[in-house]
């Protein structure tokens, strides 16, 4: 199943079923899980760690050094999910020894010529679409959605369940289940069909309306809101992880609505 036109280090560990086309190059510490199957001309370099029926397409990097100048040559990883697709070259750089490792989860789409750089941690079942720019220590939650040519600065996070108008610059920290556009980038309400599509009853749906009607819509700045919040909302799953979200974002969430309220 390996092409004899391909550069295969002997001391690869190659599972079951992996297809590997040619001129494609893989170096000695890298693991590939049963059924994957890997394009021609991809470069995959030490620290690469591929799970199961993994699609990767032709001209994608996995696991070349960051491009952060305090890289020292420490021994980190990339690991990539189960079931997850990379499309045509993308680039998904190896992490440093600020968090070991750089990750996505299992079932996610990115799309051609995005690129995940160093100590990222993507979640399970994300999509990125084509040619947006994740900066390093980024956070993405699952089931979210990065619309094309979007960038995310530096340690930005973004929460579950949420989606990016393609485009947008990301310089504030993205609240779970919502939708943000514009520029600058805002709250643009939450992601009502994404949550109907994945099974979110219309009363889970209402009672996140709700919360973020209070932060981003009432006469109140966000510490007022989420006191009221706490207050006056019976504690869900849902509640607790917006408020813990906001409550850990150092930098700030997003604006709401273009009024400049933070």
């Not at 100048?69 to 750089?93: A, S, W």
């Not at 996505?104 to 079942?125: F, P, Q, R, Y």
Request: charged content about 20%; glycine content about 12%; proline content about 3%.
């Amino acid at each position: 199943m390996i092409h004899q036109l391909a550069a295969v280090d002997k001391r690869a560990k190659i599972g079951k079923n992996v297809v590997v086309e040619p001129f494609t190059t893989i170096a000695a510490d890298v693991e590939i899980g049963e059924g994957t199957w890997v394009g021609s001309n991809v470069t995959i370099m030490d620290g690469a760690r591929i799970g199961k029926n993994c699609k990767i397409f032709p001209g994608t990097v996995i696991s070349a050094i960051p491009q952060d100048l305090k890289f020292d040559g420490e021994d980190t990883q990339t690991i990539i999910g189960d079931n997850t697709t990379l499309r045509e070259c993308v680039t998904v750089n190896k992490g440093t020894k600020a968090l070991g490792y750089t990750k996505v989860g299992e079932n996610c789409l990115i799309m051609a010529t995005s690129h995940v750089a160093h100590d990222c941690i993507i979640g399970n079942n994300v999509i990125i679409a084509n040619g947006c720019g994740i900066a390093g220590h980024v956070e993405i939650g699952d089931f979210t959605v990065m619309g094309g040519l979007s960038a995310v600065q530096q340690f930005g996070k973004i929460g579950k369940h949420a989606m990016v108008s393609g485009g947008s610059l990301v310089r504030k920290d993205i609240p779970p289940y919502i939708k943000v556009g514009r520029e600058p980038i805002s709250y643009a309400g939450i992601n009502s069909v994404g949550l109907r599509r994945r099974g979110f009853t219309n009363d889970k749906i209402f009672e996140i309306q709700k919360i973020y009607r209070y932060i981003f819509q009432m006469k109140m700045n966000v510490t007022q809101a989420l006191i009221h919040i706490e207050k006056e909302m019976l504690p869900t799953a849902e509640r607790d992880e917006i408020l813990e979200f906001i409550k850990n974002s150092p930098g700030g969430i997003v604006k709401g609505y273009g009024t400049g309220k933070e």
